[in-house]
């Protein structure tokens, strides 16, 4: 998990420009800030690996690729498969 | 067919030898030689019978580079087609004598500019200059090593300008360019066999040559690049996967499993879609580089998008936007999955974040002129000869005059119509925004947009007038919304400048008069994806006269209707249309389209090639005829591996 | 607080492209990313206004600004100050 | 100074009328036209004895065009001129009449150019003409109104011109532009009195006419932009306070608190410094805005620095990257306040994260020409006459056929330094960079600048090179450092080769032996903050003979001297460049320069008008003692309120 202060820049519609007390500067999209900050507050960013949803996700990917298989790549005449 | 002295065009020099000194000046200019260099250049010193010099040149693509001696031949059946008669020069006939001829190509891999020059009497000398200019002295394995590269240089150049202009009608700018097919002029081999042959050499060097913009902005892998997609193009056109198949076996035993992308995309494109999807499959699990998993998915999304499975078509492309979303084309194939599903809101949600700002940088390859004939330049003379040899009355002898007269008269509500000069992937987007409107209607697109977007105008207009507070005002109203991007935007101003002609024609309040008028109304229905519309209009226009553009694009749609609906007066109707843009062709000096060959690839599977050469002769004059079978007919006979019924 | 669920996209030294389920695509610094991420992995982000820390920074200012003015905005000889 | 024959430059036009017809063109161009619009333009066109017609015209600055009556009587001195006496034209003696004169000003806020045209014998007429080249018709008021605007934006391109290239020495490239002083040459009232009269009624548009680059890329607003800007130049240069605080308390009824900004700076500007240290305070309570509190921020950090307190400094900066971290101007202060902190580390860090690609696409307002006189159109003559009223030998007959030969032969070690060509914020920051490694020396700073930043081509290597797992590996390892921006790698490549020309010299390894050779180690030195070494050597290159740029940059090192330790000597030698260089804008038709008054401002507070007149006297030639009197201390002692002693 990375987890950092940051103080909010100049904010516009799209992109918000932070700055960490080390000289940092990243462009932030606005949509992820809490509505009430505007240019001098400060926030925590914290990143966190979903491992969760990402298996789930390539599970799910798996799961898509074995039914283009049975419906596309096997030699007998087509089963009717399972629409996700 | 055979040269004769108008089928040659040329461009007067000031001064003899100007063109190749140009091109040798250009080469240090990027911009000029691009990936794939310039198209290739024949240069001639010819006395007249005062022994006046004049120098002159053309362009040529499709022949054969692999050899000296073969071009020098070349050379010598040009010389004596320029000698054997006086020529009609300006106006005049003139008895020339040829001083000397050169053949000019650039070469990719070693990039420099290969010459063969033939001076009469007799003497043949080749050269080879870099991109500085200074000559370049090659031992003689390098030299043979340069032809071969010079050959695939060629060969790349010839089909990847006909694949990259494909979406414009092949429409070649530069018209003192002589045009072979590349795949009947062999001369030891055959061109497939020798392009298969050399391509495991050059294989691991195919990232330095860069790669088609058709795929948007993908970037130059050794999977996706001209050489590739060269190879790929020949081997679906001269059906020659058996020949293809063990020499990519071998390359992977070298470079590994990234050769399936390869090896799958030919599976697909040559009936052999089992084994293709079983490929891809498979090499999901061997290959994790998010590039090359991404040129796998965008393989089995074009699939499963022409199977009309949009359902599994979304899942895949979702998943090269998740891997690789700075690319333009899983976004693109996200897009078309969401239209298919009736999806309106993401499929407008999804074209939004698609990155068009790095998409669009991609330049497509296109022929080149060293001098502009055009422009400021008044004193170049072009040679434009008509070709005698093959007369059909309306596209041969149509009076250019005419065709300009209809341009003056033209309603001007028809003619700034911007959206027919959008390029590349604007072109391709808009094309799905049509589909969206034609789904929806314009009344609810809008709707849907105004749900979904903030304009960036509106945007920026508050911006500049408001003070902070009211700043944030807006700032949290429109969090709920996005941005609509200034390009989407436009492209909405477009389509409804198209929508306004097309109701307006409905509605008879435009009245299409000239081919022209008929022509652009066809265009402008066949944006809207209203193909019946746009029929009847380039049916109409073609009533009163030939339009090689009109002909192209009512082919697209006669191939379309033959795909889901197939007949044998669709066939017919193809022939013919065929046949015109084929002698149009020849009148400009070409003997090659890709749009030909794959239209008649259709029809000639249905019908075999004796039974289109019967219904040609039967509809068309004997040279038209032959014409065609030379340079249509015979391809499918003799050079497509026995693929095609007799 | 704004939480969201993010894909990761190709990752280079500084950029990582992310994208939402709705198709948002967002450039994010790669330095805020868990170092065990790569393309198409899944990472939730939340953002957390700091008021704390954001009325600290504000309070040093002002007693910097009550410096500035002691120091240099004062009609009579210049006074020590004291410095942060 | 008078007008004469030899102090008017003229260019000839291919035909009468061109230079104007080519201006009107060139308006719906916005790179021609700017923010600030084109320098004022005098068209010509007058016979020979032969009733040959000539038309000719030259650039103009510095007039008051307030009033067309003023312009007309001003164009019927020049006619004067010109006619008195046969003109010196091209190597003979020709007698002119001419028969008519232009002259034509544009006009920023109505966005028109205005003309005054005389007829000879007498007729006089005026004329407005917008961007697209439509005349306009103004009514009573709005004529008077458009004067009104007119000059003020006289004032704001006679001022900018001077302010936005004070770094480059205030070379004007234009050389056919004869330039007034702008604070003489009032008609009715003083310049200063018409210009703080005129300002209320168009503070409310000044961020229409766009902002000046000194503060890198700060945005237009109400109170950052060219009118404030002119404002406070002409409020500084002329000692208007009493004149200007009324009017602006005035303004901040209607306008409110923001106009304190520029009440802080007008104070801080005019030695009460007090009063705008509290202002500043109270008004960043008062002003929530963070551009507006940025500007705050800038006038407090740049007190600060200049009062040498660095912690308090960096404290206000580190707030103005808070708030607007994409304006360059907080972060420069950030990093000089790290500087002079001796913090190198975090100096290093914030250039890099400086918004260099930002800040650096503003452009400094410069004069241009209508019609190139270099380059391809060989067929333009320029007429530059020798103003024979004032001659100081050594600067007046510099002989330039002897200075293009010092080009031919210089060392091309000392030729090729590309940090002599940076600009703007480049230049800035690279004097940073110079700082630094003055304090550190240059293999610290290597050592420094690898423990902190990864390189980007290090990185790019690896990129293309590998594969998916090593990049993996790449990228973790790269966190704890950061990217090198481009820029910022390609200045340490230049102060590389600064630094090895400097220790050459200084090794005796390199041996300057032309004035132009001593110019370029001067700068090499001065770009690296050796003044010292720089002082000797433009002395030594200026010992051989004159040069402008020499002697503004020693003027510059002379200044730094007597601020830091001030003496008498270095005031009279600081007299001396002054009047050489005064002598050299004369010989180039300009009568004003910013930087000779902002220097002579300094000596003059020290000494007195009447004692610098008597050193003057005493030492130079009364032509020359009579420019320097009329041009720069007849400034100070009547047009600054009575601020200068006697």
Redesign the interface.
Known sequence: MVEVSLTVGKVDASLAILTTADHYVIEFPTVLLPESVEAGSVVTINVEQDIEQEKKQKEKFQSVQEQILAKYGSDGPKQPVLQL | MPLSQDSIPEVVEETPGQALNERIIKLSDPDFVGSLGPQDLVTIVKHDSQKKTVGSFFYVAGLDTSDPTGIAIWLKDVIECLQEKPQLWFGKNVKFSVESISFTTWNIFSQCDMTVKVHLPGTIETSFVNKQGKKLEFGEDETNMAWGEAFLSGKMRDLMCMVENRDDGEVINVVETRIYNPLLTGQLDSVHDMFIGLFPLFFGRGAEVGCPCIYGNMPSTLTNNYLVETLCEIVRLTKSIDLCLPMLEELKVAFGPLLNIVIARIYLTNDR??DG??LI?DS?HEI????YQCELLLL?GK??LE?N?P??AL??SQ?G??????AFMPWFYLVRSYIALGDNK?AL??L??L?MNLASLAQKYQYRRIMNTDGNNATVELHLPLPLDVVLDEVTNLNSLLVMDEHKVVDPVLYNLKSANLKNTFQWIYELLCEIVKNLGWEKLLQLRAELF?MEEE?DHL?TTS??ESE?V???D??GK??CERWFDNLFMLLYDDLRVHSQWQSGELKPKTTLEWELVGLCCFRLRQFESAKIAFQNGLQIRFSSQSSRKLLQILLKEQKSNPSEDIDLEIIATCVKLCCWSHRWYAEFSMLLLDAMSIVVEDLGTTRVDNEVNSRFPASVSKLFHDNILEFFKTYTNEYYDE
């Open positions: 879609e089992l999807v079983k499959h999901l994790s580089d998010p590039t089995q699939y499963l199977h499975d359902q599994l899942e895949a998943r936007v998740d891997l690789t979303p700075n993401n949600l999804s939004n974040s990155p903030l945007y911006d003070e902070t944030k807006v700032t949290r429109i969090k996005r941005l």
